[in-house]
């Protein structure tokens, strides 16, 4: 697979913080998914800066352990 964008990073620690609030019982209600992607928009770009480093890191980590590894879609 490939390496986590800063999003993917985001999300992952976004749900991770929040599981098990509010769960959504009522299918008018937004998924955790839609709260993560709403949560990410709002940050301000210093607010996702270090998610673009986090995902630096490990494209870094990615491309030493997998060296021939080339995306295709």
């Known amino acids: 697979p490939r390496p986590p964008n800063a999003f993917i990073l985001f999300r992952r620690d976004y749900?991770?913080?929040?599981?098990?609030?509010?769960a959504v019982s009522d299918p008018?209600?937004?998924?955790?998914?839609?709260?993560?992607?709403e949560a990410w928009k709002s940050l301000s770009a210093e607010?996702?800066?270090?998610?673009?480093?986090?995902?630096?890191?490990e494209a870094l980590s990615h491309a030493a352990a997998n060296p021939n590894y080339v995306y295709r879609p």
């Open 15 to 22: 749900v991770e913080k929040h599981k098990g609030e509010n």
């Open 47 to 57: 607010g996702k800066k270090p998610w673009f480093e986090k995902a630096k890191v």
């Open 28 to 37: 008018k209600e937004k998924t955790l998914s839609k709260r993560a992607g």
